[in-house]
């Protein structure tokens, strides 16, 4: 019996010894900034940054491919949060706007019968587009 138990106690330090090299050997460093930069950062995932989610951006934050205020979902005071982890200005970024240069929709209600160039800017130029819908093309192709 109690070499049974000598056996089982050796394979227990074989086991763990083997363990132990394991994790210093395949360890993988993570700069801590990155979990404090996401922690900051809105966490909708929307891709509205330009990345494939907030774990994304909070890397390209630490690694400075991009700037702090990069998070379109979160607020200023974010960025300023994101730029203390970073240790750099926050700076004033005006907030990201959609500028839709084509207005109109083909669902919505006709505002006038137009017979006129096929263009969006033309169309748009005429008090303000065809349609009562303000966003979105008018399918005239320019």
Partial sequence: MTIAIIVMMGIGLVCGLVLSIASK???????PRIAEVEYFMAGANCGGCGFAG????????VEGKAA?????????????N????MG???????PVKSLNSCTGGDRAADKFVYNGAMSCA?????????????????GKGD
């Fill in 25 to 31: 050997v395949f360890y993988v460093w993570e700069d």
């Fill in 68 to 80: 702090p205020n990069l998070c379109v979902a979160a607020d200023s005071e974010a960025a300023i």
């Fill in 122 to 138: 033309a169309m748009a130029a005429i008090y303000g587009g065809q349609r009562v819908c303000s966003i979105g093309c008018m």
């Fill in 54 to 61: 907030c774990s994304a951006a909070a890397v390209a934050v």
């Fill in 82 to 85: 994101i730029a203390a982890v």
């Fill in 88 to 94: 750099v200005d926050p700076g004033t970024a005006e």
